[in-house]
């Protein structure tokens, strides 16, 4: 029997092509409105490999395809190819929409191929990819832009991060923090370079100025003389290609400006390349910003540092000093806890002191209270005055500025005798007693007494001298020492008994091998937990 095809031509009609292997109808309208009203395309071919049906949206997608053409030798590639090799599907660019065609094999040799327009959806495959690489390229950048606080190591992130993702060449531009130079300077990274590289910048390079003041420059170096760009660009790069710059928003002024430069035979920065490029340099200058604030911190906190440290203690003659000090935490070696000594005369005059609080605020106050008595000292050198004179000079001030601290302190004077002992006189505030370790290992406490310095205006304190006699040693300390809670389980102090002991058993050393001694036993009881501030002093008669 034979019918009409749906082509219109006469022949049997391919019951078998029926969309995805289903049977056509026989009324070769409905058929033909079948297929073309499907969303692909389908081609039907015999066993010689010659079209025999193309649906409408066939026609539409492949127009050099139609009834007769042997695909063997048909105008499109990519199918031409998938039929000589018997593949069974292919995905191919074709008048500038992506198809994907799949073959099957029906009965009798003959074959379908049924043919998508997918060009939408890779599209937003695509797009999908891309934002989903850009995600994590700005997370990855802000992450590495984040470890490190000096400004240095940043800026060179900085350039690093964005080649080659974003560009071939990545330039920053950067005024250096210090305001005795403000000469401009770059840092450069390529792809293929070891290393950052980095110098002045010249003058006249294309918009260097509307750069470093925060200004979107879409491409400055578009006609610029390669003469003016030669000494921040690598031989390489003597043509430029495409060129963006972004500035780098810092805190509270521009930290710089970054340059995005692409090799001549690459694409042009895009509209989201634009706003990657963007995002990232805001990042980058937020890093630098940051580092910048670290860095005049860490220099403030380097300058406390070094004016609250305990000094080098000075040279007395006929006697003997030696002090220790730990700082609460790791990131300062200051704290509440201080002792100094000066020279005055013959002799010299002591302070041990701790302040209540730990960290910069108790250091602080600890740095007002030595401060205090390098001033006072000049007018007055009696440790019992001398306290006095202090404790009125921290009432006095501002309430705000002491926010409750207080200060329990020892003040002494200390002078060697011409018979080979030191003469020790010393005046309390509320501090725990020295103890005197003699020349047989015993130990015993100097009673001083007093009350803290600068709590109550009508504060009462106490004065005492004692005389060491050669071989002799006054030891004075902190409550960091007794208080350190460590030991086998973690929370028994080390305690007065344990001190003493420990004392004893150090009787005769040198003051200087002591206090080691004393600061290692110590650091063994807290086995790495965490301390309060410990300050300890030793004086004695020099040896003859």
Same mark, same amino acid.
Request: glycine share 12%; with cysteine; aromatic share 4%.
């Given at each position: 029997?034979?019918?009409?095809?749906?082509?219109?031509?006469?022949?049997?009609?391919?019951?078998?092509?029926?969309?995805?292997?289903?049977?056509?109808?026989?009324?070769?309208?409905?058929?033909?409105?079948?297929?073309?009203?499907?969303?692909?395309?389908?081609?039907?071919?015999?066993?010689?490999?010659?079209?025999?049906?193309?649906?409408?949206?066939?026609?539409?997608?492949?127009?050099?395809?139609?009834?007769?053409?042997?695909?063997?030798?048909?105008?499109?590639?990519?199918?031409?190819?998938?039929?000589?090799?018997?593949?069974?599907?292919?995905?191919?660019?074709? !008048?500038?929409?992506?198809?994907?065609?799949?073959?099957?094999?029906?009965?009798?040799?003959?074959?379908?191929?049924?043919?998508?327009?997918?060009?939408?959806?890779?599209?937003?495959?695509?797009?999908?990819? +891309?934002?989903?690489?850009?995600?994590?390229?700005?997370?990855?950048?802000?992450?590495?832009?984040?470890?490190?606080? !000096?400004?240095?190591?940043?800026?060179? +992130?900085?350039?690093?991060?964005?080649?080659?993702?974003?560009?071939?060449?990545?330039?920053?531009?950067?005024?250096?923090?210090?305001?005795?130079?403000?000469?401009?300077?770059?840092?450069?990274?390529?792809?293929?370079?070891?290393?950052?590289?980095?110098?002045?910048?010249?003058?006249?390079?294309?918009?260097?100025?509307?750069?470093? !003041?925060?200004?979107?420059?879409?491409?400055?170096?578009?006609?610029?003389?390669?003469?003016?760009?030669?000494?921040?660009?690598?031989?390489?790069?003597?043509?430029?290609?495409?060129?963006?710059?972004?500035?780098?928003?810092?805190?509270?002024?521009?930290?710089?400006?970054?340059?995005?430069?692409?090799?001549?035979?690459?694409?042009?920065?895009?509209?989201?390349?634009?706003?990657?490029?963007?995002?990232?340099? +805001?990042?980058?200058?937020?890093?630098?910003?940051?580092?910048?604030?670290?860095?005049?911190?860490?220099?403030?906190?380097?300058?406390?540092?070094?004016?609250?440290?305990?000094?080098?203690?000075?040279?007395?003659?006929?006697?003997?000093?030696?002090?220790?000090?730990?700082?609460?935490?790791?990131?300062?070696?200051?704290?509440?806890?201080?002792?100094?000594?000066?020279?005055?005369?013959?002799?010299?005059?002591?302070?041990?002191?701790?302040?209540?609080?730990?960290?910069?605020?108790?250091?602080?106050?600890?740095?007002?209270?030595?401060?205090?008595?390098?001033?006072?000292?000049?007018?007055?050198?009696?440790?019992?005055?001398?306290?006095?004179?202090?404790?009125?000079?921290?009432?006095?001030?501002?309430?705000?500025?002491?926010?409750?601290?207080?200060?329990?302190?020892?003040?002494?004077?200390?002078?060697?005798?011409?018979?080979?002992?030191?003469?020790?006189?010393?005046?309390?505030?509320? !501090?725990?007693?020295?103890?005197?370790?003699?020349?047989?290992?015993?130990?015993?406490?100097?009673?001083?007494?007093?009350?803290?310095?600068?709590?109550?205006?009508?504060?009462?304190?106490?004065?005492?001298?004692?005389?060491?006699?050669?071989?002799?040693?006054?030891?004075?300390?902190?409550?960091?020492?007794?208080?350190?809670?460590?030991?086998?389980?973690?929370?028994?102090?080390?305690?007065?008994?344990?001190?003493?002991?420990?004392?004893?058993?150090?009787?005769?050393?040198?003051?200087?091998?002591?206090?080691?001694?004393?600061?290692?036993?110590?650091?063994?009881?807290?086995?790495?937990?965490?301390?309060?501030?410990?300050?300890?002093?030793?004086?004695?008669?020099?040896?003859?």
């Amino acid at each position: 029997m034979t019918t009409t095809r749906p082509d219109g031509g006469a022949g049997a009609v391919p019951t078998a092509a029926g969309p995805r292997g289903g049977r056509l109808p026989a009324d070769p309208r409905l058929a033909r409105e079948l297929l073309d009203g499907l969303a692909e395309a389908v081609l039907t071919t015999g066993p010689d490999q010659v079209v025999t049906l193309a649906n409408a949206l066939a026609t539409d997608l492949l127009p050099e395809v139609t009834p007769g053409t042997d695909l063997t030798r048909c105008a499109v590639p990519a199918l031409a190819a998938a039929t000589r090799d018997g593949t069974d599907g292919f995905e191919t660019t074709h !008048h500038g929409r992506r198809l994907s065609a799949t073959r099957r094999i029906l009965g009798g040799g003959r074959c379908v191929w049924y043919v998508r327009d997918v060009t939408e959806e890779r599209a937003r495959a695509d797009a999908l990819r +891309a934002e989903r690489t850009r995600t994590a390229f700005l997370a990855e950048a802000g992450g590495r832009l984040g470890l490190s606080p !000096h400004r240095d190591q940043t800026l060179r +992130a900085t350039a690093t991060l964005p080649v080659p993702y974003l560009a071939d060449l990545a330039l920053v531009l950067y005024r250096p923090p210090s305001p005795a130079d403000q000469r401009p300077r770059w840092i450069r990274y390529a792809a293929g370079d070891p290393s950052p590289t980095e110098g002045p910048v010249p003058a006249g390079l294309p918009g260097l100025a509307a750069a470093l !003041h925060g200004d979107a420059v879409p491409d400055p170096w578009r006609d610029a003389d390669p003469a003016a760009l030669a000494a921040v660009l690598p031989p390489a790069f003597a043509d430029p290609g495409p060129a963006l710059v972004c500035p780098m928003p810092g805190a509270g002024r521009p930290a710089g400006a970054l340059i995005l430069l692409r090799r001549p035979g690459r694409a042009g920065f895009d509209r989201r390349d634009a706003e990657l490029a963007r995002e990232y340099a +805001a990042r980058a200058g937020a890093a630098v910003g940051a580092a910048e604030l670290y860095g005049e911190q860490a220099h403030l906190a380097r300058v406390l540092e070094q004016s609250l440290l305990p000094p080098e203690l000075p040279t007395v003659p006929g006697v003997t000093l030696a002090g220790g000090y730990r700082a609460a935490g790791d990131r300062l070696r200051i704290g509440g806890d201080f002792y100094d000594v000066s020279r005055i005369g013959q002799g010299a005059l002591f302070a041990l002191g701790d302040v209540c609080g730990r960290g910069v605020g108790a250091a602080v106050l600890t740095g007002r209270v030595r401060q205090s008595l390098q001033t006072l000292r000049l007018v007055e050198r009696r440790p019992l005055e001398l306290i006095r004179l202090l404790d009125r000079a921290l009432l006095d001030t501002p309430q705000p500025a002491r926010r409750s601290q207080f200060t329990t302190l020892l003040l002494g004077t200390v002078e060697g005798e011409p018979a080979g002992g030191v003469r020790v006189r010393v005046a309390g505030g509320g !501090h725990p007693d020295p103890l005197v370790v003699r020349a047989d290992g015993t130990v015993g406490p100097v009673r001083v007494g007093g009350m803290p310095v600068g709590v109550l205006a009508a504060a009462r304190f106490a004065e005492t001298e004692i005389r060491l006699a050669p071989g002799e040693l006054l030891f004075a300390y902190t409550d960091g020492v007794t208080g350190a809670r460590g030991g086998p389980a973690g929370d028994e102090l080390f305690g007065e008994r344990r001190l003493r002991r420990a004392l004893a058993d150090a009787a005769g050393l040198p003051p200087a091998t002591l206090v080691d001694r004393l600061l290692r036993l110590v650091d063994d009881w807290l086995a790495g937990q965490s301390q309060d501030d410990i300050a300890m002093l030793a004086v004695t008669a020099a040896e003859g």
